[in-house]
């Protein structure tokens, strides 16, 4: 028995090993010097520089942007992350609170409305979206960036199903009251929708935070950059055959997984309690 | 479940509650989506000045087009090397960490912490570590004797896409295969130990039937996270190349439309994978009521 405990934690940590090693490299060879990188490679262990590169990251430009520094793409993100989230969590919540609560004609036509949605994926209709953006003058903007990826059928269908298991009595009592639907809404259903609403929360601020495509052709100014996007340009200076300032762009790298990494960690019981329901 | 057997009734507000769901989906969803399908039976000038029916014209260029049809058939053994090496590597894991008494929790954390990484940012990462010349993965490949040269080989470039998929994808699986494995009532297990001491076979004969419900949902989750999600990799990755021989689906209708500009190919396109995404759909709903009954 005690021998197959061990091997179980052997290939425990294998895995474990497997998936941080890449992101460990990056960060050890994020405090050497570019010289060190060009002559050796990647470092396993970490240098002498201590976080220099995570300062210049942070504040300056760098090469790879003209004018974004880190800290003004960690803003965006974090913009981007937040607005994603809240705007989906009331988006929906409002949603389903109208399909659970109401007698409403045609409540089944606007079911399979929201529906469709989980047919369209950003990645289907990138085209077009794009036009309906570009027209209605949304380019490089906060609202262009969240707004239109903000109606969710999961979401909607989470709240939904949690309202229903939310016992009748309550809006009985509540009528007799005289609590009307904004009242019932805000000081009942809010208050006690709290841990779906904490466990929506930390999924979609990592999706929002990881957003990719949609910045990559909504934003054309690097003031809009994400981070997750904006380190594209990197690769750019790579591509171009120039050395790039390898520490300051493993900087960028780290600093653009620790927000998301920092959540799923910090809060991993609300993480996996909305993972589980989110993608059901 | 039934519907509240008491309930508001007003003719405004619930609408005033439903109106900014409907409203972005009806502008942002379903708009552009009505749009691609109308721009697919057309054909546009390059200038974009006129445009005229052309009826099938686009869907039949597309399936005579010999680059379609390969992304067509890279898109599929990629989403299938995918969701086989990560539905396995993450089942071993959530076996192993169903299996252990001790650290259990330290190692969902450990597992499960990459799934706060988006895709591009993993996919540059790689990038770094099999690069040509820093990568100390690209190093260590050639002198055990393997070629690696992601840059010119399609299979090297294939492999690469492949294994950060697989890495990106892991805690998901992991996560889900964890909650399953948790799911089996104790006296069954404990039944099974008794009657049946060997536990590989006891793995393949009670676990892993009773986990099937749980891996044919991920399996879904898994082709759709393979066709989809992996953009940021592929764009941060390979770009499609060498030649044309890592453009996934996908990353083909971002390539022609985007940048390329052909809106009534790339609307065809959109399509196709609307298609797509309605069949896989359809799967995963079906098997979410089994889901519920098992």
Redesign the interface.
């Known amino acids: 028995m005690k021998k197959?405990?061990l091997i179980?934690?052997i290939?425990?940590w294998a895995?474990?090993l497997?998936?941080?090693l890449?992101?460990w490299?990056?960060f050890a060879s994020s405090t050497h010097t570019v010289e060190t990188?060009?002559k050796d490679?990647?470092q396993l262990l970490p240098g002498s520089q201590g976080f220099g590169a995570y300062k210049i990251a942070l504040t300056e430009a760098s090469g790879f942007t003209d004018v974004a520094t880190g800290a003004r793409m960690l803003l965006n993100s974090a913009i981007m992350g937040l607005g994603f989230a809240i705007g989906k969590i009331?988006?929906?919540m409002?949603?389903a609170?109208?399909?659970?609560?109401?007698?409403?004609p045609f409540a089944q036509l606007?079911f399979w409305?929201?529906f469709?949605?989980?047919?369209?994926?950003l990645?289907?209709?990138?085209?077009?979206?794009?036009?309906?953006?570009s027209q209605?003058g949304m380019l490089n903007s906060y609202t262009g960036l969240i707004?239109?990826l903000?109606?969710s059928a999961t979401a909607?269908f989470y709240f939904q199903?949690f309202y229903?298991?939310i016992p009748?009595e309550l809006?009985?009592a509540a009528?007799l009251d005289n609590a009307g639907?904004?009242r019932?809404?805000i000081d009942i259903l809010v208050p006690l929708s709290r841990t779906m609403m904490a466990a929506m929360f930390i999924i979609m601020f990592?999706v929002g935070?990881?957003?990719?495509?949609w910045p990559?052709?909504m934003t054309t100014e690097e003031s809009y950059y994400t981070i997750?996007?904006g380190?594209?340009s990197?690769?750019s200076v790579?591509r171009e055959a120039r050395i790039p300032d390898?520490s300051v762009?493993?900087a960028m790298?780290i600093l653009?997984?620790l927000p998301?990494?920092a959540?799923?960690?910090i809060f991993?019981r609300w993480?996996?309690q909305g993972?589980?329901d989110s993608?059901? | 479940?039934a519907?509240?057997?008491?309930?508001?009734?007003?003719p405004i507000?619930?609408?005033l509650?439903?109106a900014?769901?409907?409203l972005?989906?009806a502008?942002?969803?379903?708009?552009?989506?009505l749009?691609?399908a109308y721009?697919s039976f057309m054909l546009e000038d390059p200038w974009g000045m006129s445009r005229e029916f052309v009826g099938l014209e686009n869907y039949q260029y597309l399936f005579n087009s010999a680059e379609y049809l390969y992304s067509f058939g890279f898109s599929i053994v990629f989403s299938a090397l995918v969701a086989f090496l990560s539905l396995g590597?993450a089942l071993?894991?959530a076996v192993?960490?169903n299996?252990?008494?001790h650290?259990q929790?330290t190692?969902?954390?450990?597992?499960?912490?990459?799934?706060?990484?988006?895709?591009?940012?993993a996919g540059?990462?790689?990038?770094?570590?099999f690069?040509r010349?820093?990568?100390?993965m690209y190093?260590f490949l050639n002198s055990l004797g393997w070629q690696f040269n992601p840059e010119a080989d399609a299979v090297d470039a294939s492999a690469l896409l492949i294994l950060v998929s697989v890495?990106k994808q892991?805690?998901?699986n992991f996560?889900?295969f964890l909650?399953g494995l948790q799911g089996i009532p104790k006296a069954v297990r404990e039944a099974a130990a008794l009657d049946c001491a060997n536990?590989r076979r006891r793995f393949w004969t009670i676990t892993f039937p009773l986990l099937a419900p749980t891996g044919f949902f991920l399996l879904v989750?898994n082709i759709t996270y393979a066709f989809?999600d992996t953009?940021?990799i592929i764009?941060?990755l390979t770009q499609g190349t060498p030649g044309g021989r890592t453009t996934t689906l996908?990353y083909k209708?971002?390539q022609d439309?985007?940048l390329g500009a052909d809106?009534g190919l790339?609307?065809a396109q959109?399509v196709v994978?609307?298609l797509l995404?309605?069949s896989l759909?359809f799967v995963q709903f079906r098997f979410?009521e089994r889901k519920i009954h098992y």
Not at chain 2, 27 to 33: G, L, N, V, Y
Not at chain 2, 124 to 129: G, L, P
């Open positions: 197959i405990s179980d934690h290939i425990l895995g474990v497997f998936l941080l890449p992101v490299l990056l990188i060009v490679g990647l009331i988006v929906s409002c949603a609170y109208a399909l659970v609560y109401f007698r409403i606007l409305i929201i469709s949605t989980l047919l369209l994926p990645e289907v209709r990138i085209v077009p979206s794009y036009e309906v953006v209605l707004v239109p903000i109606a909607t199903q229903k298991t009748d809006l009985e009528q639907p904004f019932f809404f990592v935070w990881n957003q990719y495509l990559l052709m997750v996007m380190i594209k990197i690769l790579m390898y762009a493993f790298v653009s997984m998301p990494v959540v799923v960690v991993q993480f996996i993972l589980v993608e059901k | 479940m519907n509240k057997r008491v309930q508001f009734s007003h507000i619930p609408y509650f439903i900014p769901q409907m972005i989906i502008i942002f969803f379903i708009w552009p989506a749009q691609a721009l590597t071993i894991l192993k960490a299996a252990v008494l650290m929790s190692y969902r954390v450990l597992i499960t912490w990459v799934y706060a990484i988006a895709p591009a940012v540059i990462t790689a990038y770094f570590i690069n010349h820093i990568g100390v190093d890495w892991i805690p998901v996560v889900f909650a536990e989750i989809f953009f940021g764009d941060t996908v209708v971002y439309g985007f809106l790339s609307s959109s994978l609307m995404v309605l759909t979410i």
